[in-house]
């Protein structure tokens, strides 16, 4: 018998809660910063940015550094920078880190 979701026994299909609509694909940004001095002193140096993409990952270690694009589905380490060969996704996070950083 096939799962209803429903007290009444009608098919949970016809509800929108059961299928919901599948999210735009979108950036996740973030900011992380090297420690410096004490660590409670609530000091950061440096300010490196990264960013997620479908299976893409960009990260740039100090605003004067170089981007470095990464493809996790085939490269989970992140051992083969793709910056310079996809230009067009390469672009993106450009844009994407120069716009997020106050």
Not at 52 to 69: E, F, N, S, T
Not at 71 to 87: C, K, V
């Amino acid at each position: 018998m096939p799962y209803t979701g429903t007290s009444t026994g009608e098919p949970a299909d016809k509800y929108a809660w059961y299928y919901p609509e599948p999210l735009p694909e979108r950036f996740l940004y973030w900011e992380f910063g090297k420690q410096v001095g004490d660590p409670n002193s609530g000091v950061v140096g440096e300010v490196f940015q990264a960013a997620r993409r479908g299976p893409w990952k960009a990260v740039r270690y100090g605003h004067d550094a170089p981007i470095q694009l990464f493809q996790l589905e085939n490269d989970p380490g992140e051992t083969q920078d793709l910056y310079a060969e996809r230009e067009e996704v390469s672009e993106a996070f450009a844009e994407l880190f120069a716009s997020e950083h106050d």
